[in-house]
């Protein structure tokens, strides 16, 4: 299977890279051989993919990726880089390949430690693969001094060096950063193409990707995990009560505080599920005793324990945040579908298992009073970018819907 099977519906975007992987495998060659490189080539060392949440610039990036190290016996052949079977391509995708380095982040941002890190990494030649790759899923979270350090690195490539930066638009990029960067967009996904994709690679049931694709308006990894997560079903049936429960003041702060717990919930879930086995691996690398958590320490590590515990505060702020984030989405598509039914609109509606409670929300306003809703929710969103309290924020946009 390709590498760019799981890409769905980017046809541009593959085209586009197929070809810079073609001549990237040409200019490897002629390097291998002693021959002179092709004279004109669509490869470069630095991508930017962006693109809305869920339309897959991570998953182009790592199948780019794959196809640059795609050693393929075929290829003698004639065939294409990116088989998806060769040890190259498998071992990218499966993050095992020891020259593709793949930076996600469960912060709120990307340091200059880490960056530097990266740009040392950098230097180095390939050690078993054709190319050296650094995939940055979350080049948006560049604090401003890595987004100098990484700067650097783009401006001054070393040999057989490519950065794949992801990011939802290009705003979110230095201009410096980006203006070096060969740029690709992304679209959403068709509905269609993504059940489709839910149903062959997944093995879900039609009739339920269907749902999730439709319910998630063309988002691959949310309609997966709605379609797979019955806690995540149920999460979101939730979200979609809260237009019904703020006829009044108390039902408004009732809702936020509940939506607010629900997502702090979430955050307290994954903090025990990899806290604890971080610290305990953390206390045996550093050689403390076999007593437990209150263990003796030794002597001159108490900084090393206060980093870790920083840095899985941040990680529980962010997870807080980005459930409250999905949420809030839900919330966006509730509206979206009140509006599409009060402008008699053909769009098609993404929460047909509601209907119902659609319509009684529609009847009940008009257009003006549900784009009011809508922008008091994107407020929330731009809220809690700028680290107001989620509380705060959240029930002053349930108020803002109460009063439409």
Not at 48 to 65: M, V, Y
Not at 107 to 128: C, H
Not at 353 to 372: F, K, N
Not at 377 to 398: H, Y
Request: proline share 5%; net charge neutral; with cysteine.
């Amino acid at each position: 299977m390709p590498v760019w099977d799981d890409l769905v519906g980017q046809e541009r975007v593959q085209t586009q890279l197929a070809a810079a992987a073609r001549d990237a495998d040409a200019l490897v060659t002629a390097i291998t051989d002693g021959t002179a490189p092709p004279a004109a080539s669509k490869m470069t060392h630095a991508w930017l993919f962006t693109g809305p949440p869920g339309s897959g610039r991570s998953t182009a990036a790592r199948a780019f990726a794959a196809a640059l190290q795609c050693t393929s016996p075929d290829r003698a052949l004639g065939g294409e880089p990116g088989c998806g079977f060769c040890d190259g391509c498998h071992t990218a995708l499966i993050g095992t390949h020891s020259d593709v380095q793949v930076v996600r982040t469960d912060l709120l941002s990307i340091g200059v430690k880490e960056t530097r890190d990266l740009v040392r990494r950098a230097q180095l030649s390939p050690a078993v693969g054709r190319w050296q790759v650094i995939v940055m899923e979350d080049a948006d979270r560049l604090t401003e001094g890595a987004g100098n350090v990484l700067l650097k690195a783009v401006e001054e490539p070393a040999p057989r060096t490519v950065w794949l930066l992801c990011s939802p638009s290009l705003e979110d990029v230095l201009p410096t950063i980006r203006s070096r960067c060969r740029h690709l967009t992304l679209r959403t996904p068709p509905v269609d193409a993504v059940a489709e994709v839910l149903v062959r690679r997944d093995g879900i049931e039609p009739a339920v990707a269907a749902a999730a694709a439709r319910a998630t308006q063309g988002h691959i990894g949310r309609a997966r995990r709605l379609a797979t997560d019955e806690s995540a079903r149920s999460r979101r049936a939730a979200v979609l009560k809260l237009p019904l429960r703020i006829d009044d003041v108390g039902g408004c702060l009732k809702a936020a505080q509940e939506l607010v717990d629900a997502a702090a919930e979430d955050a307290k879930q994954v903090a025990e599920e990899v806290d604890t086995k971080e610290t305990e691996e953390l206390r045996a690398a550093l050689g403390a005793g076999a007593g437990g958590s209150g263990s003796r320490m030794p002597r001159g590590t108490a900084g090393v324990m206060k980093e870790l515990e920083d840095r899985q505060k941040r990680r529980r702020t962010r997870t807080q945040r980005d459930t409250l984030d999905l949420a809030l989405t839900d919330l966006t598509g509730f509206y979206r579908d009140v509006l599409a039914l009060q402008l008699g609109s053909s769009v098609a509606i993404a929460n047909e298992e509601i209907r119902p409670d659609l319509d009684r929300i529609a009847r009940a306003s008009g257009p003006e009073r549900t784009l009011r809703r809508i922008e008091a929710i994107i407020a929330c969103r731009d809220a809690l970018d700028r680290n107001v309290a989620p509380l705060l924020a959240v029930e002053a946009m349930t108020m803002s819907l109460r009063a439409g």
